[in-house]
């Protein structure tokens, strides 16, 4: 068979062995509704507890402020759109960044059109925020910012402490989106001083189709989700049970390997860049090289069309991807890459691998080689690399 590589670890994990054993019973024997009375109701009531305090640890927040939702994204709704609609006899000014997720991205879009004024924050060349810039788009109508924590595409990690600070002097609410921040990063909600941060569980070996939101205790957030009494109340719906135990213990897998993880994936990851940057010519790396997640390494090869190197990288069994899972069905540049002042046409030669816990070293040998191999032959038949290739190599 041939042989397999995965390094798309942003978009999604596979579920750990340990994870899926803790998930199994709860499809089958303990499938109560958490919400009745008798005994095997309340055994799937106490998994829920279990996996609120799992989760809630990894981010050092209270179990009382964990959310159980549907997704990342779901998170990511509730918060800026509930939060906006609740505050504006106050205001109708919320701050986010050009290089949101578009679960962020589009439900500021969508509030917009609700008669809401959104600023989109720029970033510098290395995906990191403007903090003048955000201070200075703070107006007496403004009432939300968010900003996410680490970004998925070239992994640049935001500075959330003093995001959160400054938001506070100014008394405005700060979300933060921490899906991929979530088990690669040490994480302190509390310290940080968010008022709202999402988190999902398939971006950190857990099941997908379940996320959660941090809602501060005091924080008055309304319901978007309206029925039964689950979630305190305030995110009707049976739970999924299932799921929300596999994140749970996701969450505690990732808590209790934290530092060995990152400690892992970080060296894979600059052993990765230093073969490919020695050993192709005429690549770079996007994003910051210190403030960036552990797995994430977004190269532009100079020259070539990014999806053509993807898809000769799938037939040798490299599974990478162009920008975000999400943008990678169009042709659009990607926005973040776009935000970090990135060419168009240069913006078109990048792939972002990311690396995770499964990956080895003889993984990453082997996508080099296939990368030597595949940009060479993208070179070679493209008449811009021929042209401005040799120019490059100075041999005009
Ligand atoms: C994956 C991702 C999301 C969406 O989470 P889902 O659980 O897939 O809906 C949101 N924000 C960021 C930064 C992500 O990487």
């Known amino acids: 068979m041939k042989r397999q590589v995965y390094l798309d670890y942003s978009a999604t994990t596979p579920v750990k062995e340990e994870v899926l054993e803790k998930m199994i019973p709860y499809f089958t024997q303990s499938f109560g509704n958490p919400s009745s009375l008798y005994t095997i109701g309340q055994n799937s009531k106490q998994a829920i507890a279990e996996a609120r305090e799992q989760v809630a640890a990894l981010i050092g927040a209270d179990s009382k402020e964990i959310?159980?939702?549907?997704?990342?994204?779901?998170?990511?709704?509730?918060?800026?759109?509930?939060?906006?609609?609740?505050?504006?006899?106050?205001?109708?000014?919320?701050?986010?960044?050009?290089?949101?997720?578009?679960?962020?991205?589009?439900?500021?879009?969508?509030?917009?059109k609700?008669?809401?004024?959104?600023?989109?924050?720029?970033?510098?060349?290395?995906?990191?925020?403007?903090?003048?810039?955000?201070?200075?788009?703070?107006?007496?109508k403004t009432i939300l910012i968010s900003i996410m924590y680490a970004n998925n595409e070239v992994g640049t990690i935001e500075p959330v402490s003093e995001i959160a600070a400054i938001a506070k002097k100014h008394g405005v609410l700060f979300h933060?989106?921490?899906?991929?921040?979530?088990?690669?990063?040490?994480?302190?909600?509390?310290?940080?001083?968010?008022?709202?941060?999402?988190?999902?569980?398939?971006?950190?070996?857990?099941?997908?189709g379940v996320g959660a939101l941090y809602i501060r205790k005091s924080l008055a957030l309304p319901s978007h989700i309206h029925g039964g009494g689950q979630e305190n109340k305030k995110r009707a719906g049976t739970e999924n049970l299932a799921g929300i135990v596999g994140f749970g213990?996701?969450?505690?897998?990732?808590?209790?390997?934290?530092?060995?993880?990152?400690?892992?994936?970080?060296a894979l990851r600059n052993y990765f860049i230093d073969r490919v940057c020695k050993e192709i010519p005429d690549v770079y790396v996007n994003g910051d090289i210190l403030r960036r997640l552990p797995g994430n390494a977004n190269i532009t090869f100079e020259y070539i069309e990014g999806e053509a190197l993807l898809l000769l990288m799938d037939l040798d069994g490299v599974a990478v991807s162009t920008g975000s899972a999400c943008s990678s069905a169009s042709l659009t540049p990607s926005h973040v890459l776009t935000a970090l002042g990135i060419p168009a046409e240069i913006i078109h030669g990048s792939l972002r691998f990311t690396i995770g816990d499964f990956t080895t070293k003889d993984d990453l040998d082997y996508t080099v080689e296939h990368l030597i191999k595949n940009v060479e032959k993208l070179r070679r038949i493209s008449s811009v690399s021929k042209e401005k290739g040799w120019q490059a190599y100075g041999v005009v």
């Open 67 to 112: 959310y159980f939702t549907s997704s990342g994204t779901e998170a990511d709704n509730w918060a800026v759109i509930e939060a906006a609609e609740a505050r504006k006899n106050k205001g109708n000014h919320i701050i986010t960044s050009k290089i949101e997720h578009h679960a962020l991205l589009h439900s500021a879009e969508y509030l917009e």
């Open 114 to 140: 609700r008669g809401f004024d959104v600023t989109y924050i720029g970033v510098d060349d290395k995906g990191f925020i403007d903090l003048d810039e955000l201070e200075a788009a703070i107006t007496d």
């Open 176 to 208: 933060t989106d921490a899906v991929q921040a979530l088990g690669n990063v040490p994480i302190d909600v509390h310290a940080i001083g968010a008022d709202m941060m999402s988190v999902s569980a398939h971006k950190i070996y857990g099941p997908k």
């Open 249 to 266: 213990a996701a969450a505690e897998l990732a808590a209790t390997n934290l530092d060995g993880h990152i400690e892992k994936v970080t």
